[in-house]
């Protein structure tokens, strides 16, 4: 059974950073997809950003420029380095972890931006 466990939420106010982790445990096939998604009060879960085994990379539009996600392998670790944010950012954000069409979900860590 794989578990994500995700860390780096919090309070920061408009323009400021945060960098959220996630760690994978268990049993993982070395081709997954691992990402972030972010579900905000009232709104659906969306796609924020992946990352393939392979170091592909898609962004949706709203964080492209300003959020960046990067993997470690061989921790079985996944970031999302979060610059300029805005208020519009606050959320619940899920570690993913995909292979072979099944999904696996981290409980999420929320992230509120000030203005």
């Known amino acids: 059974q794989v578990q994500l466990v995700e860390s780096g939420g919090g309070l920061v106010q408009a323009g400021g950073s945060l960098t959220l982790s996630c760690a994978a445990s268990g049993s993982i096939f070395s081709r997954n997809v691992m990402g972030w998604y972010r579900q905000a009060p009232g709104k659906q879960r969306e796609l924020v950003a992946t990352?393939?085994?392979?170091?592909?990379?898609n962004y949706v539009d709203s964080v492209k420029g300003r959020f960046t996600i990067s993997r470690d392998n061989a921790k079985k670790m996944v970031f999302l380095q979060m610059n300029s944010l805005k208020p519009e950012d606050t959320a619940v954000y899920y570690c993913?972890?995909?292979?072979?069409?099944?999904?696996?979900w981290g409980k999420g860590t929320l992230v509120t931006v000030s203005s």
């Open positions: 993913n972890l995909e292979a072979y069409g099944v999904h696996y």
């Open positions: 990352m393939t085994s392979g170091a592909m990379t």
